[in-house]
């Protein structure tokens, strides 16, 4: 029975998960993360986190008896997991439900940013095709481009696939080659870079991929380059790449996640060239239901079989107790 296991919920979470803690635990929420919204009698009780907001090292340590983080996500880059894994904490996140979602979602976004759909779309709303006639022909298309994945993970994997059946070549950059993956690997971004003329970032947000897709990047993308963001803000210079959209360095870009969400750099804002979305990658009931339940599976498995069932790599050798 778990029903006397505490779980914090820092944040704003998914309705379901929220009903699902409640009913399997006793569920105490709190505004945001911050330690200092923990009261004494909260901290002593508090065994287990579900969080789509994270945890940073203030609150894993202002929790003595944390058993286990579980993150609403596969990207935990909000959750200080090398300080859980050093507090014996376990940290879970939501792989594979959510990536034919975000594949999609990337596609979506990369034929908008060269098709303009959502600009011809305003086109007809505002009268201009009666007033005006014809959308002007978009001058970027799909036909022909080669795509470059940066992050060819489970959601990198399923873009590819997609742009195979569009008839794209592929190439990526990952640190390694990944094994059983056919594409061409290149071992720097650069040289992928200067490969292909649409880059796709599924890169997750770690020190390591901090702001790499920067000036000289871009360049080596090209006037012709079209660059898209499913992964995370934090592996792009945004200065750089608002210059490079107004200065003509790349043609265009698709971004669905920002460095300082939900601010997005008013200089993007007025790039004529830039599609927008508002981090809406898995953000289907469908999906964000299934990301629900693996979150909370977690902390399931974990306060009932003492095991969880997906833990990231930096505390998978964690055991219960
Ligand atoms: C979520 C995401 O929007 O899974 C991820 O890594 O970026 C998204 O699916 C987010 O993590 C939930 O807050």
């Given at each position: 029975?778990?029903?006397?296991?505490?779980?914090?919920?820092?944040?704003?979470?998914n309705?379901?998960?929220?009903?699902?803690?409640?009913?399997?635990?006793?569920?105490?929420?709190?505004?945001?993360?911050?330690?200092?919204?923990?009261?004494?009698?909260?901290?002593?009780?508090?065994?287990?986190?579900?969080?789509?907001?994270?945890?940073?090292?203030?609150?894993?340590?202002?929790?003595?008896?944390?058993?286990?983080?579980?993150?609403?996500?596969?990207?935990?880059?909000?959750?200080?997991s090398?300080?859980?894994?050093?507090?014996?904490?376990?940290?879970?996140?939501?792989?594979?439900?959510?990536?034919?979602?975000?594949?999609?979602?990337?596609?979506?976004?990369?034929l908008?940013t060269?098709?303009?759909?959502?600009?011809?779309?305003?086109?007809?709303?505002?009268?201009?095709?009666?007033?005006?006639?014809?959308?002007?022909?978009?001058p970027?298309?799909?036909?022909?481009?080669?795509?470059?994945?940066?992050?060819?993970?489970?959601?990198?994997i399923?873009?590819?696939?997609?742009?195979?059946?569009?008839?794209?070549?592929?190439?990526?950059?990952?640190?390694r080659?990944?094994?059983?993956?056919?594409?061409?690997?290149?071992?720097?971004?650069?040289?992928?870079?200067?490969?292909?003329?649409?880059?796709?970032s599924?890169?997750?947000?770690?020190?390591?991929?901090?702001?790499?897709?920067?000036?000289?990047?871009?360049?080596?993308?090209?006037?012709?380059?079209?660059?898209?963001?499913?992964?995370?803000?934090?592996?792009?210079?945004?200065?750089?790449?608002?210059?490079?959209?107004?200065d003509?360095?790349?043609?265009?870009?698709?971004?669905?996640?920002f460095?300082?969400?939900?601010?997005?750099?008013?200089?993007?804002?007025?790039?004529?060239?830039?599609?927008?979305?508002?981090?809406?990658?898995?953000?289907s009931?469908h999906t964000?239901?299934?990301?629900?339940?693996?979150?909370?599976?977690?902390?399931?498995?974990?306060?009932?079989?003492?095991?969880?069932?997906?833990?990231?790599?930096?505390?998978?050798?964690?055991?219960?107790?």
């Open positions: 029975n778990t029903k006397s296991v505490v779980v914090l919920v820092p944040g704003k979470l309705q379901h998960a929220l009903e699902r803690i409640g009913n399997e635990f006793e569920l105490v929420p709190i505004d945001s993360v911050s330690a200092s919204l923990v009261t004494s009698e909260i901290a002593a009780k508090v065994r287990g986190i579900a969080s789509a907001a994270g945890a940073d090292a203030t609150l894993i340590d202002a929790l003595p008896n944390l058993e286990i983080i579980a993150n609403f996500g596969v990207g935990y880059d909000a959750v200080d090398k300080h859980a894994a050093a507090r014996g904490v376990m940290v879970t996140n939501t792989p594979d439900v959510l990536t034919e979602e975000v594949a999609d979602t990337a596609i979506g976004l990369l908008n060269v098709r303009e759909l959502g600009r011809s779309e305003n086109w007809l709303r505002e009268g201009k095709w009666v007033s005006d006639g014809n959308y002007p022909l978009t970027l298309t799909l036909r022909g481009r080669s795509a470059g994945i940066f992050g060819m993970g489970r959601i990198g399923a873009i590819a696939k997609r742009l195979e059946a569009f008839g794209l070549s592929i190439a990526y950059h990952n640190r080659p990944v094994e059983g993956v056919d594409y061409t690997h290149h071992s720097t971004l650069k040289g992928l870079a200067e490969a292909v003329d649409t880059l796709i599924v890169a997750p947000g770690t020190p390591e991929t901090a702001k790499a897709v920067n000036a000289e990047i871009l360049a080596a993308l090209g006037p012709n380059g079209v660059f898209i963001n499913i992964g995370r803000g934090m592996t792009v210079d945004e200065d750089a790449l608002a210059k490079a959209l107004t003509g360095i790349i043609a265009a870009a698709g971004l669905d996640v460095a300082n969400e939900p601010h997005v750099p008013q200089a993007l804002l007025d790039a004529p060239n830039a599609t927008l979305l508002p981090h809406v990658g898995s953000a009931v964000r239901r299934a990301m629900a339940d693996l979150c909370v599976d977690n902390l399931v498995s974990w306060f009932s079989e003492g095991r969880p069932l997906t833990a990231v790599p930096e505390t998978a050798h964690i055991k219960v107790g």
